[in-house]
């Protein structure tokens, strides 16, 4: 496996499911995301991780949960979500140093809540 | 504070065309500047950046110069092919953040045979 990768590709689950998204980097970075992108609005970014450590927490409702074991490996813990939770849930990873820190991105999850 | 803007798509466009996407920015400083590129389907894709004023970026025929001037990184490409047919994403780095990407809202092109 090369870069960022992501399972599932899709998935449907139910406002009282629980669920986990995973992401794993293969490009020895030591910084990992989570986006949230949804039509018609500007990505948004919900959690950032450096070395393990949660550095960014954009305001995310605790319905959303992250676990970074290590800088390799991102996981999204979904419990009781809503219908406005549905989206495309993104991953991606970059250094956190360097000129410019460009991020690398995996192919999404698509969440579809019911 | 740190805000992008692009143009709003969809622009529809003949293969073999002359494509331009506009994005301008607010920032302090020089940011880092990005155009990311999504296909249908998959994730976002980083397409070229600049990290410094009058720096030209460049990848897979595609064009964008840093102006300081005009606070502006627009994507150009003088002729476009079917496969370009994605969404494409200008992005900026402010300068006191090693993490946060500021986003424009995304521009549709779609190119016609």
């Known amino acids: 496996e090369t870069g960022v990768t992501q399972t599932p590709r899709h998935l449907v689950m139910g406002m009282t499911n629980k669920k986990s998204l995973k992401c794993e980097q293969h490009l020895g970075h030591n910084a990992m995301y989570w986006y949230k992108q949804s039509a018609k609005k500007p990505l948004e970014l919900m959690f950032v991780?450096?070395?393990?450590?949660?550095?960014e927490n954009n305001s995310v409702p605790s319905r959303f949960s992250p676990e970074c074991p290590n800088s390799s490996h991102l996981f999204l813990h979904l419990h009781t979500l809503q219908p406005e939770d549905s989206a495309l849930y993104l991953c991606a990873s970059s250094w956190d140093r360097g000129s410019s820190y460009e991020q690398y991105f995996g192919p999404g999850t698509r969440l579809t809540v019911t | 504070g740190n805000s992008v803007t692009q143009m709003e798509g969809p622009v529809t466009l003949s293969e073999e065309a002359f494509l331009t996407i506009n994005c301008t920015y607010t920032?302090?400083?020089?940011?880092?500047l990005f155009w990311y590129v999504q296909y249908p389907g998959e994730g976002l894709q980083l397409l070229l950046k600049?990290?410094?004023a009058d720096d030209k970026g460049s990848n897979k025929g595609f064009e964008a110069t840093y102006r300081k001037e005009t606070t502006s990184f627009h994507l150009e490409k003088g002729s476009v092919q079917v496969s370009d047919s994605a969404v494409y994403f200008c992005a900026l780095r402010p300068v006191d953040s090693n993490y946060q990407l500021i986003w424009g809202a995304g521009t549709k092109l779609i190119i016609k045979p």
């Open positions: 991780y450096n070395f393990k450590e949660q550095t």
């Open positions: 600049a990290t410094k």
């Open positions: 920032a302090t400083g020089y940011p880092s």
